[in-house]
């Protein structure tokens, strides 16, 4: 009797016609405008670990789909979703200068969705069509989960506030009314909010 069939990559003969890793007669890749690094921490001690990348559409949704749901999630763990090539790190060069709104979600429900919504705004460009945002956080916390949108810090000063502010509007819409959305540059105090929806 022959063995049952293994994991679809076990089949492959090569590669795909457009030199990519799909098997042959995969549909087209649709790629993202921009591409995302997923990094995951256990511990709020611990350093990020790269444990994947987002490139096109296809992946969103295998991701998205094989992800396990935040109430899942250990507590204190983190998860970041970042460009390609951005460290989630003030220090990093696209974040030098930059800030980032954060919010809290205590109920768990509700904490779910407003992930998923996150999400899916990032990596469709429906949070930001200007590119100035660089990354997501998710930190599960024992009685809350931390939310952080990072913008980059080469934001022309002209257009800073008008492009933070947008940001920060479009986020409150997704959310329950009673979060407040706090912006802070990275590096300042703690409390030292520039904005506050």
């Given at each position: 009797m022959d063995a049952a069939p293994g994991p679809r990559s076990a089949g492959r003969k090569g590669k795909g016609a457009a030199g990519d890793s799909r098997c042959p007669g995969d549909p087209p890749a649709y790629p993202l405008k921009r591409e995302w690094d997923i990094t995951y921490s256990g511990k709020a001690s611990e350093p990020p670990v790269r444990v994947g990348e987002i490139k096109c559409i296809q992946t969103l949704w295998k991701v998205f789909n094989h992800i396990r749901p935040l109430r899942a999630f250990p507590v204190e763990s983190t998860i970041y979703c970042f460009q390609h090539g951005v460290?989630?790190?003030?220090?990093?060069?696209?974040?030098?200068?930059?800030?980032?709104?954060?919010?809290?979600?205590?109920?768990q429900a509700a904490a779910a969705v407003a992930?998923?919504?996150?999400?899916?705004?990032?990596?469709?460009?429906?949070?930001?069509?200007?590119?100035?945002?660089?990354?997501i956080v998710c930190a599960r916390r024992r009685n809350y989960t931390r939310?952080?949108?990072?913008?980059?810090?080469?934001?022309?000063?002209?257009?800073?506030?008008?492009?933070?502010?947008?940001?920060?509007?479009?986020?409150?819409?997704?959310?329950?009314?009673?979060?407040?959305?706090?912006?802070?540059?990275?590096?300042?105090?703690?409390?030292?909010?520039?904005?506050?929806?």
């Open positions: 460290a989630p790190s003030w220090e990093d060069p696209a974040n030098v200068g930059g800030g980032r709104w954060m919010y809290s979600i205590t109920d992930w998923q919504q996150l999400y899916l705004d990032l990596f469709g460009e429906g949070l930001d069509p200007t590119a100035d945002v660089v990354g939310f952080s949108v990072w913008t980059r810090g080469a934001l022309e000063p002209h257009r800073r506030e008008a492009v933070i502010s947008a940001i920060g509007r479009k986020l409150k819409t997704d959310l329950p009314p009673s979060v407040k959305l706090e912006y802070q540059v990275h590096g300042s105090d703690y409390g030292a909010y520039q904005f506050v929806l």
